[in-house]
């Protein structure tokens, strides 16, 4: 079975950083792309970030863009996403997901249609 695993979130104060993982089992990350979520509860599930497959292309929400940068350890199974100068409004539960396409699509992001497996979550607060 696919499983994700977050982990990495915490609590920082604004302009801080944070980098999550997720680890992957039952997939190669070389034959996925993977994606970065958040939700903050109340609002919309919000598409972050995400890494196609081989050398495809990268995907940042406007809201990141400058700021968090995705990664990936093909090694280790394993994405990154790296989090600078966060602000409060970051501040969400991170999920990442697996696509069941190899490219990364804003349609995919917006919509969170293609991506099959989820993992659990891992909180992220910025505040002072």
């Known amino acids: 079975q696919v499983q994700l695993v977050e982990s990495g979130g915490g609590w920082v104060q604004p302009g801080g950083s944070l980098r999550l993982s997720c680890e992957a089992s039952g997939i190669t990350l070389d034959a996925y792309a993977i994606g970065w979520f958040r939700q903050v509860p109340g609002k919309e599930r919000e598409g972050v970030s995400c890494i196609s497959s081989g050398n495809g292309g990268i995907y940042y929400a406007d809201s990141v863009k400058g700021r968090f940068t995705i990664s990936k350890d093909i090694a280790k199974n394993a994405v990154y996403l790296q989090m600078n100068n966060l602000k409060p409004d970051d501040t969400a539960i991170y999920y990442c997901?697996?696509?069941?396409?190899?490219?990364?699509?804003?349609?995919?992001?917006?919509?969170?249609?293609?991506?099959?497996?989820w993992g659990q979550g891992t909180q992220v607060t910025v505040s002072s």
């Open positions: 997901a697996e696509d069941v396409n190899y490219h990364c699509t804003a349609y995919d992001m917006k919509t969170g249609l293609n991506f099959g497996s």
